[in-house]
T-cell receptor, first 115, second 116 residues
Framework: GNSVTQMEGPVTLSEEAFLTINCTYT??????LFWYVQYPGEGLQLLLK?????DKGSNKGFEATYRKETTSFHLEKGSVQVSDSAVYFC??????????????FGRGTQLTVWP | EAQVTQNPRYLITVTGKKLTVTCSQN?????MSWYRQDPGLGLRQIYY???????DKGDVPEGYKVSRKEKRNFPLILESPSPNQTSLYFC???????????????FGAGSRLTVL
């Protein structure tokens, strides 16, 4: 079946530190991969996505590369800011041809960045 | 503004008192879904709908009902709420993409429900 495993938090960093949040997946077929971010008191919003192997998604200084060989989609940022404090969710969408795939979410990783 | 609107945002109720959480989207999205978020468990899908009059169970449908009579609305109904349904609920919607099937969701702001 389909599933997503991401590193457990919380993750606490100082401003300008390097961030990695690990995400691995299990899927049949050709899934699309996503990172969603949830800021305090808000709903989730899409941070970045990749729809095929070796694609790199990027947004707001965050990057993740779709690695089929290691079934991974790790989130990275070179220099975090206090405003990046949020919960980050890795997710996959299975591919069903012309039909929308279901989304499977990881459990979320809380990131806190201190000034 | 393109958005998913949920109401109420906060609700405290008692066991057994029927309630409905409304969800409306103004983006003409075909796909809509309900999730609950609980500490340590992440997001779990309750029900989803591929289009009008088409709904299906997610991972945790017990105790919930949904309907999709119109494209824009997807209410979540708790016929007889119990304390284990105390949670943060999110409605989400998306537009079907033709090629990759990538399901990019737009989320509502959430509804925090407490059942006493």
């Amino acid at each position: 079946g389909n599933s997503v495993t991401q590193m457990e938090g919380p993750v606490t960093l100082s401003e300008e530190a390097f961030l990695t949040i690990n995400c691995t997946y299990t899927a049949t077929g050709y899934p699309s991969l996503f990172w969603y971010v949830q800021y305090p008191g808000e709903g989730l919003q899409l941070l970045l996505k990749a729809t095929k192997a070796d694609d790199k998604g990027s947004n707001k200084g965050f990057e993740a590369t779709y690695r089929k060989e290691t079934t991974s989609f790790h989130l990275e940022k070179g220099s975090v800011q206090v405003s990046d404090s949020a919960v980050y969710f890795c997710a996959l969408s299975d591919y069903r041809g012309s039909t929308l795939g279901r989304l499977y979410f990881g459990r979320g990783t809380q990131l806190t960045v201190w000034p | 503004e393109a958005q998913v609107t949920q109401n109420p945002r906060y609700l405290i109720t008692v066991t057994g008192k029927k309630l409905t959480v409304t969800c409306s989207q103004n983006m003409n999205h075909e796909y809509m879904s309900w999730y609950r978020q609980d500490p340590g468990l992440g997001l779990r899908q309750i029900y989803y709908s591929m289009n009008v009059e088409v709904t299906d169970k997610g991972d945790v449908p017990e105790g919930y009902k949904v309907s999709r009579k119109e494209k824009r609305n997807f209410p979540l109904i708790l016929e007889s709420p119990s304390p284990n349904q105390t949670s943060l609920y999110f409605c989400a919607s998306s537009l079907r993409t033709e090629f990759s099937g990538a399901n990019v969701l737009t989320f509502g702001a959430g509804s925090r429900l407490t059942v006493l």
